[in-house]
């Protein structure tokens, strides 16, 4: 398998833009996450699913960040409009778990920049 | 809620020197408890687990105990290598009837190893 796919691997943007990040999980795991990691705040849960379903969005930081995930293979996250603090690593991640102790797959992350 | 405190970095030893990385956490219900690491550009990869009270978790020389009287999950190696140099991730994760939920992470602490 190649692990989690996340795609771009850059994104520059304008504020005000919109922005769109792509993930393919590992096939067959059922649990997929959004992180954003910055250097201020470290790594923060953004969004979980669970069989593409959403099952904690407590994390999104407001309106204009929104997750789907239409299928088992394949998740977006989505930024609209853009604005400067949103410059960061933006991470995937998947895992198949039935319990917690289960180990998380992260992909290479989307370096994002918003001029 | 979930929370987990790592100490602060950058950590700089010299190439065969003792390795402490501190970690606490605080958690509802029964975790399990994690470090992650993740070398420059790259996605998060687990490094070891435990799962239950007194569990060692190891791996390349690596090690932790989970503590649970003590509320801690320090990582340790007897003989750091350059090539150990890279950001540490203490996490916990916990299962909440539901299912398991996405793991919460301390802040990282950049370990810099000198020859």
């Known amino acids: 398998d190649a692990g989690v796919i996340q795609s771009p691997r850059h994104e520059v943007t304008e504020m005000g833009q919109e922005v769109t990040l792509r993930c393919k999980p590992i096939?067959?795991?059922?649990?997929l996450f959004w992180y954003r990691q910055t250097m201020m705040r470290g790594l923060e849960l953004l969004i979980y699913?669970?069989?593409?379903?959403?099952?904690?969005d407590s994390g999104m930081p407001e309106d204009r960040f929104s997750a789907k995930m239409p299928n088992a293979s394949f998740s977006t996250l989505k930024i609209q409009p853009s604005e400067p603090r949103d410059s960061a690593v933006y991470f995937c991640?998947?895992?198949?778990?039935?319990?917690?102790?289960?180990?998380?797959?992260f992909g290479s992350g989307t370096q994002l920049s918003v001029l | 809620g979930n929370s987990v405190t790592q100490m602060e970095g950058p950590v700089t030893l010299s190439e065969e020197a003792f390795l402490t990385i501190n970690c606490t956490y605080t958690?509802?219900?029964?975790?399990?408890l994690f470090w992650y690491v993740q070398y420059p550009g790259e996605g998060l990869q687990l490094l070891l687990k435990a799962t239950k009270a007194d569990d060692k978790g190891s791996n390349k020389g690596f090690e932790a105990t989970y503590r649970k009287e003590t509320t801690s999950f320090h990582l340790e190696k007897g003989s750091v290598q350059v090539s150990d140099s890279a950001v540490y991730f203490c996490?916990?994760?916990?299962?909440?009837?539901?299912?398991?939920?996405?793991?919460?992470f301390g802040k990282g602490t950049h370990l810099i190893i000198q020859p």
């Open positions: 096939s067959g795991h059922d649990y």
């Open positions: 699913f669970n069989n593409n379903v959403p099952i904690d």
């Open positions: 958690a509802t219900g029964y975790p399990s």
């Open positions: 991640a998947s895992s198949f778990s039935r319990t917690n102790n289960e180990k998380l797959f």
């Open positions: 996490a916990l994760r916990t299962y909440s009837g539901g299912g398991a939920d996405g793991l919460t």
